[in-house]
């Protein structure tokens, strides 16, 4: 790749491979990736970065490094309630157990505290943005900054009144109101988040999607998550909830859907006719029995698909290298294929189309020259990674979040030999403690 004129650099990485992502399925053996003012100056062979002068010089020989990964989905302020009710369908978990829970104790330090505890899953996982969906979206942006991390901020709206606000009208202007003070930060954007069809009425949706027009916001939105979901769209509003989507003027480049596991034909095609993206969350859909998202359909199609973890409450991990894995296995299974969506393929939809999703292909997403050095280094040295005849089949069919080592957000680095360099990891314990205790009513 070139390199720049004005050989010097603020950070030096050399490692054993470089995962570009683009070109697609490219490995760069015992190449250098150079940083300067928080962006790739050049990437080339390790020989070569003798003739640049770094400040800072990081060797790992027997690393991968990779784009940042983006989790295209998750809520992650429910870290805190991780495993607090698991193993039951989709409504009855929210009407009977989460709902009431959320009622009872959401509030700007649960969202805080929940979201810091998710960070620190996250990095140490190479998630270095995330595209989030909750209540006081303010509170997760501020514990997101103070992680070092980018994030996608939902403005959430639902039509029920919930301890964050009384009504739809109520959600858009908190939500703006946050998008306001915090829209110049180079960490931090934004998506309006109608949470679900039926959750949320015509008139909400009518405005959402004024707003979006007229501020060139992204719409996030479970959409078509179970079969039960439909149904009772269909009883209460007459078409299916994508159709319902389509006409009120919801479809276009800028939405992402959740889940999108019960999709016909025409559906897909529409999601494709409009350029809208999908956030796959497989371990999400396994656990809830929510279904098989019919995920080689809809890129055969064209559409753009990424990968989300959903929520700790749902999955229960914020692991998007186990996603990976689900993603790629999944799909050869239900395809009857093995052929079907390759490693490289998984690793596109992890990195690179999340961040197209999100409007960010320009800055994150590939580690190419100009782009912002979102990086994180995985150790494929050891037994289970070894022997290594391709580095990308081993990061997504082999290696775990347990192996990133380094991280690095705009070329600053955030995690070294797997610990926070910005989060104090035994404090947000302490709280995750603390919250327990309270939820459990102890």
């Not at 015509?202 to 060139?216: F, H, P, V, W």
């Amino acid at each position: 790749m070139p390199s720049s004129p004005d050989p010097h650099a603020d950070l030096r990485i050399d490692a054993g491979w470089i995962v570009p992502v683009q070109p697609r399925g490219e490995v760069l053996a015992n190449h250098s990736l150079l940083v300067r003012d928080g962006r790739i100056a050049a990437i080339l062979p390790t020989g070569e970065a003798d003739a640049w002068l770094s400040a800072s010089h990081v060797r790992l020989p027997g690393h991968a490094l990779m784009p940042g990964l983006v989790n295209l989905h998750t809520h992650a302020a429910m870290n805190l309630l991780r495993g607090y009710a698991d193993d039951l369908p989709l409504m009855t978990w929210l009407r009977d157990h989460i709902w009431p829970a959320e009622n009872r104790h959401v509030s700007p330090s649960f969202v805080r505290d929940g979201t810091r505890l998710a960070c620190l899953e996250m990095l140490k996982g190479g998630v270095t943005c995330f595209n989030d969906m909750y209540y006081f979206p303010e509170a997760a942006v501020e514990a997101s900054v103070e992680a070092g991390m980018r994030i996608a901020a939902g403005l959430i709206v639902v039509d029920a009144p919930t301890p964050y606000a009384a009504d739809p009208d109520d959600y858009l202007n908190k939500g703006l109101a946050t998008r306001d003070a915090w829209r110049d930060h180079p960490l931090v954007q934004f998506c309006l988040a109608p949470h679900a069809p039926y959750t949320v009425g015509d008139r909400s949706l009518e405005k959402i999607a004024i707003y979006a027009a007229q501020l060139d916001l992204p719409v996030h939105m479970h959409i078509h998550e179970t079969e039960d979901e439909i149904r009772h769209g269909q009883e209460k509003y007459g078409p299916r909830p994508l159709a319902r989507l389509k006409a009120l003027g919801l479809l276009g480049p800028g939405l992402v859907a959740v889940h999108a596991v019960h999709l016909n034909d025409e559906e897909i095609g529409w999601l494709a006719q409009h350029g809208c993206h999908v956030a796959h969350c497989p371990a999400s859909n396994l656990k809830l029995a929510s279904g098989f998202a019919p995920v080689a359909r809809l890129l055969a199609a064209g559409v753009n698909v990424g990968v989300g973890t959903d929520g700790a409450a749902s999955n229960n991990r914020l692991d998007l290298f186990s996603e990976m894995r689900l993603t790629a296995t999944l799909a050869k299974c239900v395809g009857g294929d093995p052929s079907t969506l390759p490693a490289h393929r998984a690793l596109e939809m992890a990195t690179l189309a999340g961040a197209r999703a999100l409007g960010m292909e320009q800055r994150i997403g590939s580690l190419e020259v100009g782009k912002m050095a979102d990086v994180i280094a995985v150790d494929l040295a050891g037994v289970a990674t070894q022997p290594c005849y391709d580095p990308i089949s081993q990061l997504v069919y082999s290696a775990g979040r347990e192996q990133v080592s380094h991280v690095w957000v705009g070329g600053t680095a955030v995690l070294e030999h797997g610990q926070s360099l910005l989060l104090d990891e035994a404090d947000a314990l302490a709280r995750a403690h603390a919250w327990r205790g309270k939820i459990a009513g102890k």
